[in-house]
């Protein structure tokens, strides 16, 4: 089996309401929508990202550095029936996720700073993850909360979403808490619209997008919602 990584292509965008509701009708005549997805045809997401006491995930990414990566917990619709360790590593506008299932038990330990099983583990991302949390020092960091509505085709792996109603939990880590107090971080009525595929676009999907004339941003979920955690002015630049 090869070891080698597969990165993806990953594009984001602001979008207002009216672009929002032209491409979700035109990109739903040609893509199915993720298996997530309720009769609404959209899924919660919220994740508990971690850095370290320096902060490096928050100012890598201000700074702009090339290769870096970060670690989250992820559940959808406030449900530990599924839980997930991600870590997101990023070279350039390319990326690469990797994952591995989490018990409600383990992710108590883990916010208990109880993770000697993360270091027994066969799971090499449990491994991982047990390195970061000593050798850096991880801790959970803050609560990221937003809508997803996905368009998906298992050509070159694309995958196309639009995040809306993005919150902060502020410095709470109490995920599954459904009463946790959240802020809306992101003016409305801006969407994120998020692109990702493996190799290419196929040219139908991007006449559909039609997004030359629109500025791609390094846009960050985990970057704005730690804006209203932090104590510097500097650190919004």
């Not at 390319?94 to 993770?115: C, G, V, W």
């Not at 368009?151 to 459904?178: A, E, P, V």
Request: net charge positive; proline share 2%.
């Amino acid at each position: 089996m090869s070891n080698l990584k597969t990165f993806r292509h990953e594009f984001k965008y602001y979008i207002n309401y009216f672009e929002y509701e032209s491409l979700r009708r035109r990109l739903g005549a040609v893509l199915k929508r993720d298996a997530y997805s309720n009769e609404s045809g959209d899924y919660h997401i919220r994740s508990l990202y971690f850095d370290d006491v320096k902060n490096s995930a928050l100012y890598e990414k201000q700074a702009g550095v090339l290769t870096r990566e970060k670690f989250r917990i992820r559940a959808y619709n406030i449900s530990d029936k599924v839980i997930k360790l991600e870590k997101k590593s990023r070279i350039g506008q390319f990326i690469h996720k990797e994952s591995a299932s989490l018990t409600r038990e383990q992710f108590d330990m883990i916010i208990d700073n109880d993770i000697e099983f993360l270091r027994r583990s066969d799971n090499t991302l449990f491994n991982e993850f047990y390195f970061n949390m000593v050798a850096k020092r991880l801790k959970p960091d803050v609560i990221v909360d937003y809508v997803r509505e996905a368009y998906i085709s298992n050509l070159n792996n694309i995958r196309i979403t639009f995040d809306k109603h993005l919150k902060s939990g502020l410095m709470r880590t109490d995920m599954f808490n459904k009463d946790v107090p959240t802020i809306d971080v992101i003016e409305k009525p801006q969407f994120i619209l998020e692109i990702k595929y493996d190799h290419f676009l196929p040219d139908y999907i991007r006449a559909i997008l039609q997004l030359s004339s629109n500025q791609r941003y390094a846009i960050s979920k985990f970057v704005i919602c730690k804006k209203f955690t932090k104590f510097n002015n500097w650190e919004d630049n």
